[in-house]
C-alpha cells in the first residue's frame, strides 16, 4: 500500500474509535475503558503522521515516542492518556480521565485535523 492508502486505514479506524467515545459519555461508562480508547485514538493519528512520511510506525503504544517520530508537542491532555495504554487494562486502579470526556475528545479531534491536512484533506 501507498503511505496515503495506509494513513486512510488508520484514520478509519481513528473515526471508529471517535464515534465509539462519542457514543459513550455517559459518566457511568467506566473512564478505563474510555481512556483506552482514546489512547488508541490518539496513538493511530500520531501513526498516520509516520505513514505519510513513508516511514513504518514502531510497535509501540509511547504517545511521547510517537509524538517524538512525528516532531511534535502533543497537547498534555492527550500525553496524559498513556496509562490507559498498558496499565488500567491490566492493574485495578482507579484510572480518572484527566480531563472532562468532551475536552479530551477536543483536542483527539485537533490532532486528527492537523492529521487530515498532512493528507492533503480540508
Do not use: C
Given at each position: 500500500?501507498?503511505?496515503?492508502?495506509?494513513?486512510?486505514?488508520?484514520?478509519?479506524?481513528?473515526?471508529?474509535?471517535?464515534?465509539?467515545?462519542?457514543?459513550?459519555?455517559?459518566?457511568?461508562?467506566?473512564d478505563e475503558?474510555?481512556?483506552?480508547?482514546?489512547?488508541?485514538?490518539?496513538?493511530?493519528?500520531?501513526?498516520?503522521?509516520?505513514v505519510l512520511?513513508?516511514?513504518?510506525?514502531?510497535?509501540?503504544?509511547?504517545?511521547?515516542?510517537?509524538?517524538?517520530?512525528?516532531?511534535?508537542?502533543?497537547?498534555?491532555?492527550?500525553?496524559?492518556?498513556?496509562?490507559?495504554?498498558?496499565?488500567?487494562?491490566?492493574?485495578?486502579?482507579?484510572?480518572?480521565?484527566?480531563?472532562?470526556?468532551?475536552?479530551?475528545?477536543?483536542?483527539?479531534?485537533?490532532?486528527?485535523?492537523?492529521?487530515?491536512?498532512?493528507?492533503?484533506?480540508?
Amino acid at each position: 500500500m501507498t503511505p496515503q492508502e495506509d494513513a486512510r486505514v488508520l484514520l478509519a479506524l481513528v473515526e471508529r474509535h471517535l464515534r465509539a467515545l462519542r457514543l459513550n459519555l455517559d459518566p457511568t461508562y467506566p473512564d478505563e475503558e474510555w481512556g483506552f480508547t482514546a489512547q488508541q485514538a490518539v496513538e493511530k493519528l500520531l501513526k498516520v503522521r509516520i505513514v505519510l512520511r513513508d516511514q513504518r510506525p514502531p510497535f509501540s503504544h509511547g504517545l511521547n515516542l510517537l509524538a517524538e517520530l512525528v516532531g511534535i508537542d502533543l497537547e498534555p491532555v492527550l500525553l496524559a492518556l498513556q496509562p490507559y495504554a498498558v496499565e488500567a487494562r491490566y492493574e485495578v486502579g482507579p484510572f480518572p480521565l484527566p480531563a472532562s470526556r468532551t475536552e479530551i475528545l477536543a483536542a483527539i479531534d485537533r490532532l486528527r485535523h492537523a492529521a487530515v491536512r498532512g493528507m492533503g484533506q480540508p
